[in-house]
Structures are given as structure tokens and as C-alpha cells.
């Protein structure tokens, strides 16, 4: 089983649109969890950190279930611009385990 | 501030060479890290450093060699280059290892070796 694996994609959606990202983790006793995003040929950058109790960054909300060891990002109406691959991080001992990333093509 | 810089962008090697990728960063963060991420994958971390004089392995640190003399100076040393060490090669640097922190990474090396 993958440490970190996240839905394989690729996302096709239409501007406006509703899309949610899922993520599981194997180990039980990781500390914190980060979605980055990754633009094509490029490196990756935080996007938000994910709290126990969820947050919301504003079209963005990330969600953790520690029970179920379950990590979501939901982007709330969808722009051009939010065309890249999504990674969901686990924070392992100060060490990060990366999921190998969800891509998203958002179209007009 | 730069941030991460790395150097070569770009690099092209034959089976057997060598070549060290030069990583600097400029916000005196304590912590730094090489990854490198496959098409289609996931990052892997290679070594990582938690300052200057200590190092230590990651989940692939065969074939690769790091040394920390600086805060600032991480290089990523390959000997005896083979073709599975095509990939891109990305350097990070954070502030701490624990808790709520963000790496920052550099722009990456793309590495083909043929």
C-alpha cells in the first residue's frame, strides 16, 4: 500500500464547477498534512495546510479525518487558473511523503 | 530574497559521468532537502539536512552523495551517472521539520542521462 495516495485524475471540469480531491494516508501517527499545488514544469507550493478541524482559504476547504486517515481539498467554483496538479503531503517524523498528485484542467 | 536557487536548469549526461546540482538558499532556514520526482509520480526524498555539518538519508539515497558546510550551500553530488537517475531534481529549505511549516522549493534541475 502507498503511503500517501490520492485519486490518479486527471480532472476535466468547466469553469464554475464543484471538484473534490480525496487523499488516504498509511500511517497512523503522522503529524500534519498540506496540500501543494504544482504547475506543469514547475515547482511545488503550499497551497493550505489542513487542520483537524478543517479551514477554508476562500474558494478552497480542506478536510481531515485522522479516524479514517482521510485528507480532501474541495475548490469551490472552479477558474482557468486553477489548472495544475494537486499534492496531497504528510508530514512523517519532519519528513514530507508526497501523493503522486491529482491533475486538474479546468476548461472555458 | 531569491528564496531556493538551483543550478544547472538543464543537464544533459552520459552513463557513467558525474556532476554535482548546487542548491542555495538565502532565508537562513536550518532545514534542507533534495527530492526527485519522476513523470507522473510523487516526490521521493533523497537526503536531507537538518544544518550545517549533518545530513542524512532519505527513501532513495543510492547513488547520490550530499555535504552541508553552510546554512546556506546543500549540493547534490551524483557519481557514476545511470539512466534511472533521469528525473527532476528539486531542492527545498523550511524553517523547522515539525509541526505546521512550509518548504520552499526551488525552480528544479531537469537531468537525462542517455
Known amino acids: 500500500r502507498k503511503e500517501v495516495e490520492q485519486d490518479p485524475g486527471p480532472f476535466n471540469v468547466p469553469e464554475g464547477a464543484t471538484v473534490a480531491f480525496n487523499c488516504t494516508y498509511s500511517n497512523s501517527a503522522s503529524q500534519s498534512f498540506f496540500w501543494y499545488r504544482q504547475d506543469c514544469r514547475k515547482e511545488p507550493k503550499l497551497l493550505m495546510s489542513v487542520y483537524s478541524s478543517g479551514n477554508e482559504d476562500g474558494r478552497f476547504t480542506a478536510q481531515l479525518n485522522r479516524a479514517s486517515q482521510y485528507i480532501s481539498l474541495l475548490i469551490r467554483d472552479s477558474k482557468l487558473s486553477d489548472s495544475a496538479t494537486y499534492l496531497c503531503v504528510v508530514n512523517e517524523g519532519g519528513k514530507l511523503i508526497f501523493g503522486q498528485g491529482t491533475e486538474l484542467s479546468v476548461k472555458p | ?114
Open chain 2, 1 to 114: 530574497n531569491a528564496g531556493v536557487t538551483q543550478t544547472p536548469k538543464f543537464r544533459i549526461l552520459k552513463i557513467g559521468q558525474s556532476m554535482t546540482l548546487q542548491c542555495a538558499q538565502d532565508m537562513n532556514h536550518n532545514y534542507m532537502y533534495w527530492y526527485r520526482q519522476d513523470p507522473g509520480m510523487g516526490l521521493k526524498l533523497i537526503y536531507y539536512s537538518v544544518g550545517a555539518g549533518i545530513t542524512d538519508k532519505g527513501e532513495v539515497p543510492n547513488g547520490y552523495n550530499v555535504s552541508r558546510s553552510t546554512t546556506e550551500d546543500f549540493p547534490l553530488r551524483l557519481e557514476l551517472a545511470a539512466p534511472s537517475q533521469t528525473s527532476v531534481y528539486f531542492c527545498a529549505s523550511s524553517q523547522r521539520s515539525t509541526g505546521l511549516y512550509e518548504q520552499y522549493f526551488g525552480p528544479g534541475t531537469r537531468l537525462t542521462v542517455t
